[in-house]
């Protein structure tokens, strides 16, 4: 992958990637209150489920009219339903989903560090290694947690959302993405989220202070 340099005619861009719940957007939120921009995959990928996206009647062909809410939005709960169960329709979604997501979000980061070449840009993507999105970003950070954790927090979560999920059904979902132990071999930075945010706190601060000195122009 590409790494940044001393000399730099734009600024950097990171990706931020982990498993479910291992608290990428915690950490994209505390490197953004340092000045960083993000750009969440996440929501590129939530308003191409909207009623008006592009690619509404792929999805209708590929996973039938009842994925569709009276609003004509995709109800995320049960396309979940299908894909978190089954490995071909998870990755006939990919399929459709992950290359307007990829382009989207490069594209907003790209003008976004040439515009300007002090800029820290992250990209909170799930998915970038496995999308093969991981060569477009110059850093690759992955936050880690425990199986046991991820289990725990998403179960939390859902109830947190009014969207209570099963533990099989979490579980479900955590084993549809990359084990965590695997996106660590790609990683030019790792946070490791099982302690306090105090602890999490200081993992970032020594994060951004390296973000800094590779993104200092002379």
């Not at 209708?60 to 299908?82: H, N, W, Y």
């Not at 997501?101 to 002090?118: M, N, W, Y």
Request: some cysteine; charged content about 25%; proline content about 5%.
């Amino acid at each position: 992958m590409e790494t940044a340099t001393p000399h730099r005619t734009r600024g950097i861009i990171v990706g931020i990637t982990g498993g479910i719940a291992c608290g990428k957007t915690t950490v994209s939120e505390l490197l953004t209150e340092k000045g960083a921009i993000p750009i969440n995959a996440d929501e590129i990928g939530h308003q191409l489920l909207k009623a008006e996206s592009p690619v509404i009647e792929e999805l209708t062909e590929a996973f039938g009219q009842d994925i569709l809410e009276a609003s004509g939005d995709v109800s995320r709960k049960k396309l979940g339903a299908i894909v978190f169960n089954d490995k071909a329709a998870r990755e006939r979604l990919n399929s459709i989903l992950h290359p307007l997501i990829i382009e989207r979000s490069r594209g907003q980061a790209r003008q976004l560090v040439t515009e300007d070449p002090t800029s820290i840009v992250l990209l909170d993507a799930p998915l970038l290694i496995e999308a093969g999105a991981y060569d477009t970003v110059d850093l690759i950070v992955v936050v880690t947690a425990s199986p046991e954790t991820q289990l725990r927090r998403t179960l939390e979560r859902s109830v947190a959302q009014g969207r209570p999920l099963t533990e099989t059904e979490v579980q479900a979902r955590i084993d549809a993405q990359m084990p965590v132990s695997e996106k660590v071999k790609y990683a030019d930075a790792v946070i490791e989220n099982e302690g306090t945010l105090e602890e999490l706190c200081m993992q970032v601060d020594a994060l951004w202070e390296r973000l800094q000195t590779q993104n200092k122009i002379p």
